[in-house]
């Protein structure tokens, strides 16, 4: 059984920064592509980010480039997001996902997490 484990959400102020963490479990995690997306209340699911296994490619929303940073540490099993400048659009529970090709579509992934809050004060 596969396990996706989100960390790291809160309370921020606009202009500020978090740093998520997702710890994957019961799988070799190198193999695994993996990705960050986003869900507004109200609002569908949206990507934000995605890294190949070997962390050599990485994909960000138009809406986070600049701001937003995905890396991984495959000896951690871990996948982390570097979230800074936020505003309050940013806001929205963030879920970490899996899959075996990297890409911008949910549809590529197999394996999420439980999901993360993430707001972000004016």
């Known amino acids: 059984q596969v396990q996706l484990v989100e960390s790291g959400g809160g309370l921020v102020q606009a202009g500020g920064s978090l740093r998520l963490s997702c710890v994957v479990s019961g799988r070799t995690f190198s193999t695994v592509a993996m990705g960050w997306f986003r869900q507004a209340p109200g609002k569908e699911r949206e990507f934000v980010s995605s890294?190949?296994?070997?962390?050599?490619?990485?994909d960000y929303a138009d809406s986070v480039k600049g701001r937003f940073t995905i890396t991984r540490d495959n000896p951690k099993n871990t996948v982390y997001l570097q979230m800074n400048s936020l505003k309050p659009e940013d806001t929205a529970v963030y879920y970490c996902?899996?899959?075996?090709?990297?890409?911008?579509?949910?549809?590529?992934?197999?394996?999420w997490g439980q999901g993360t809050q993430v707001t972000v004060s004016s």
């Open positions: 996902a899996g899959g075996s090709a990297v890409g911008s579509s949910s549809a590529n992934y197999v394996y």
């Open positions: 890294i190949t296994w070997s962390g050599g490619y990485t």
